[in-house]
């Protein structure tokens, strides 16, 4: 009579077969914007080659090795001569041990090659690449843009969105305001490390006109899954239009003033009836009616000059960075801010 399979084993079996066929089930950029497994960038595809490679080596080891388990299993069970009970032990297999210790070290050597090439390619500088700076903040992205320089004669600052130009080698240098943050855009490139007192570098392109979705990848505070961004790769016409509509500033100080809260001061504030809101800081709504600014100094124009200035001089240890605003923001923002008197909406 032939021997039956117990139903346990079969269901573990089909169990473990499942589950790959589900997990590829998740895979699309759409549904899962942070995906690493669908790159769109020459930095993303180096590190996306070394994992698909590692991967099928980890299959054919999976297979081999749960195939000889499975194999002896049934063809050895119940048919070795009992001693004492007992099946008889066994001391060592110079063969077999040869064999399993040259074939993981082959596997190794194979994978250190294009990983050793690929940190090398990673960690290439270009000086002539496009360059940006990358600010961490508890909890927001500053991005400086060294070599486009406003009609003030300032570089080109923004919060949370970078727009980068398609086709593009961007270079990256990564410095930290306050405690270790970490850059992570998962379709464009890995994740480096923000640290404060150094200056990191790293690069990313995008092969794709669009958005990539980024995020914070090192604990770094309350605030921390609250630091995401955005990546835009734009055709060099609509990057260009990008940084025009940047430097346009309205003559009315108000409407400047508005334009700088929704983009600088929208990652942690928030205006009731406008594109700010952020909630990390405290709400704006009703500005002008506020006793005093931080609970520190008084509620007056030249407090809120000095506050917008230099936060930590004002009140030492506030959450509030130094943005190193210029005088001419400094005043729209004043002009705006006590014109919020918390009916929302401007
Ligand atoms: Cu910054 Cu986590």
Redesign the pocket.
Known sequence: MPRRVPVKLVLFALVTLLIPALLTACGSADDNPQTTIDPAGAAADDIQNIYVLIWWLAVAVFVLVEGALIYAIFKFRGNKKLINGRPAPVHGNTRLEIIWTIVPAVILAVIAVPTIQGIATMAEEDDDAFQITVI?N??FFEFEYPDIIGPDGEPLRVVNDMHIPVDTRIELTLVSNDVI??FWVPRLAGKTDIIPGRENRMWLESDDVGAFVGQ??????TA?GD?RFTVVADADEDFDDWVATNFATPDDPIEAGQQIMESICASCHLVEGTAAQGTIGPELTNFANEDQIADVVENNEENLRAWLADPPAVKPGTAMPNLGLTEAQIEALVAYLYTLDGSGGQ
């Open positions: 961490g508890q909890f943050h970490s914070c990848a090192e604990f770094c505070g921390h630091m």
